[in-house]
């Protein structure tokens, strides 16, 4: 049985974790997709604050340390992203944003991302929509048209509004999977021959 | 094997005492350090080039001459010659002046420099650094070369039949060093002319040094210039010693804790395990450096950082003392007993006089007898 490899992202800050449980729904979800679909999963769950000094490191010095570097790799060699936010202030929080910011800005060219976030009110849902998803284009990823938001509300009286949303975004990023993810020229492997640069 | 050391030439505040040397002070120690390496039987005395504060040394070839008029041994080398930025033109001319006030002992490793707002100062542009470092350094290559230069790029006004004078030395051109922490393009530049390579690695983990070093090495055997493990490495490293490790560490941690670069990030000890920084024991140094080989495998020169982040002038007197006496010694005679005879010393001015006279001989013997 063949499988696929899926990174999840999660950047909330308390225990337990909002974001957290989202993420988890979010996995559960896209594996059993998939396992409708006679594919296995393979789920690497990362939790953005473990590695909040490492990123603070990987800012201050341009390299990351040995724990971040592997999680970075792992992320960019996964078949697809699920990626959960808190809302900080009507934005994507600035722990999540860096661990995007530490990334190659081509290290997630053509791969499927399920954006989802939490907030406090349901009021910021765009927050998806006007913060995650532009991040996401502008790293050339492709963000599957429906994103989840989780307010308060949603884990209490408006629980049941959640599941639809999340088999939605579950089922398009399953869908996204069968998309060949380009993979990139490695300069070491292939370094442009010096009379191209010359010439260039 | 080349030992030395290299120096930034930052103005630091010392953070144990809250003192600020002035310019002039700090220009003064960058050539008592000089000095002191040519003291304690250093190879090498490399110097930065920048053109924004808090480093003082934007004139090198100012620098490096009164250096030269106060040494006899030592080479004098630059880390690095900002190749992008400087007219190719200016660089020929100043080193190749250089040259015969030193008798021969310079050689360069060019840089592209990493100062984003330092490029429109000098009418250029960071993003064109890899295509300004591939142009101006084939220009500054021909320079040195052909006495009579017709010449048109896309960065420099064009030139006719332009002389860089003075010559180089012997007609010898300095031999150049590429400095480079993360550019495959610039570690193929090195490899397709044959010139040193020079990681930069005081920085960064080894893991990424080795990968750009077997790229070099595979690309150097690849344009014919000899075997891969006979290609001209370099490598940085920064330490800081004391008898008792211990005492080393806490006499640095403030100086490393708010260092420009690192500072306010990772723990020294983190720091140390990631990248080349050895702080402890002479016997840790020598340890620590002699594992670059495992990495890199056999190479021609290593130079440390001893001098920033405000340490004062008498401390890094006192760790050169430390290097010149106890490390270099132990660190010369392993790495001479481990090369095996067809690994090549870097090249000197000596060197490339004595092969561009065979080559000269080799032309002779075989012009056909008419
Ligand atoms: C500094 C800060 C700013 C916040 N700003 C917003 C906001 O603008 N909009 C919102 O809906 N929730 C906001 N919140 C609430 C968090 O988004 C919410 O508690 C989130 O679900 C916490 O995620 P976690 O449980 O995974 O840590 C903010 C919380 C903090 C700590």
């Known amino acids: ?200 | 094997m080349q030992f030395g050391v290299f120096s930034v030439g930052d103005v630091t505040t010392d953070p144990t005492t809250g003192t600020t040397v002035s310019e002039g002070e700090r220009i003064k120690a960058m050539v008592r350090i000089a000095l002191k390496a040519e003291e304690v039987g250093l190879d090498v005395f490399a110097q930065g080039e920048h053109h924004n504060p808090p480093f003082v040394p934007s004139s090198p070839t100012t620098q490096l001459g009164f250096i030269a008029a106060r040494t006899s041994k030592i080479i004098l080398s630059t880390s690095t010659t900002l190749i992008t930025t400087n007219d190719p033109v200016k660089i020929a001319e100043d080193y190749a002046m250089l040259q015969h006030l030193a008798d021969g002992r310079v050689d360069l490793m060019m840089g592209r420099g990493n100062t984003g707002p330092v490029y429109p100062w000098f009418g250029q542009d960071i993003r064109n650094g890899i295509q300004l470092a591939v142009e101006n350094y084939a220009l500054l290559r021909r320079l040195w070369r052909e006495d009579v230069v017709d010449w048109e790029g896309k960065f420099r006004t064009p030139l006719q039949g332009f002389t860089s004078t003075p010559r180089p030395l012997d007609d010898v051109p300095p031999f150049v060093w590429h400095g480079s922490i993360r550019s495959p393009e610039i570690a193929e530049q090195a490899a397709y002319y044959g010139d040193g390579f020079f990681h930069n690695n005081i920085f960064w983990p080894m893991s990424h040094t080795k990968r750009m070093i077997e790229l070099y090495r595979t690309r150097f055997e690849h344009y014919g210039h000899g075997a891969a493990d006979q290609a001209i490495v370099g490598l940085g490293g920064q330490v800081f010693m004391r008898k008792n490790s211990q005492d080393a560490v806490r006499e640095f941690r403030p100086y490393f804790d708010n260092a420009p670069v690192y500072g306010h990030g990772p723990s020294l000890e983190d720091f140390s395990r990631e990248t080349p920084l050895t702080v402890g024991s002479p016997q840790e140094v020598i340890e620590r450096t002699l594992s670059f080989r495992e990495s890199v495998g056999d190479y021609q020169r290593q130079l440390f950082l001893m001098d920033h982040a405000g340490l004062p002038l008498k401390t890094v007197l006192e760790q050169l003392d430390i290097l010149g006496e106890e490390v270099v010694p132990v660190l010369r005679k392993e790495f001479a007993a481990l090369k095996p005879a067809h690994v090549p010393d870097a090249p000197t001015h000596a060197s490339l006089k004595a092969a561009a006279e065979r080559a000269r001989d080799l032309e002779t013997i075989e012009e056909p007898i008419r």
């Open chain 1, 1 to 200: 049985m063949n499988e696929k490899v899926i990174a999840v992202v999660t950047a909330g800050l308390t225990t337990p974790s909002s974001s957290r449980l989202l993420a988890d729904q979010l996995a559960d979800a896209v594996r059993d997709e998939l396992s409708g679909r006679g594919i296995g999963t393979r789920i690497e769950l990362i939790e953005v604050r473990d590695h909040a000094h490492e990123l603070t490191d990987n800012l201050l010095t341009g390299f990351p340390p040995a724990k971040l570097r592997e999680v970075l790799e792992t992320v960019t060699g996964a078949d697809a992203l699920i990626v959960v936010s808190p809302t900080f202030s009507a934005s994507y929080s600035g722990l999540f944003k860096m661990f995007f910011d530490v990334l190659d800005d081509q290290a997630l060219a053509g791969k499927p991302v399920l954006l989802a976030a939490t907030g406090g009110t349901e009021r910021h849902s765009l927050v998806l929509e006007f913060a995650l998803r532009p991040l996401f284009a502008y790293l050339k990823a492709l963000p599957v048209p429906t994103g989840v938001y989780a307010a308060s509300t949603d884990w209490g009286p408006n629980a049941a509004g959640l599941r639809p949303r999340i088999a939605q975004a579950a089922g398009e990023l399953v869908s996204a999977l069968h998309h060949e993810t380009p993979t990139q020229a490695d300069p070491f492997e292939n370094p442009t021959p010096f009379e191209d640069l010359l010439n260039s």
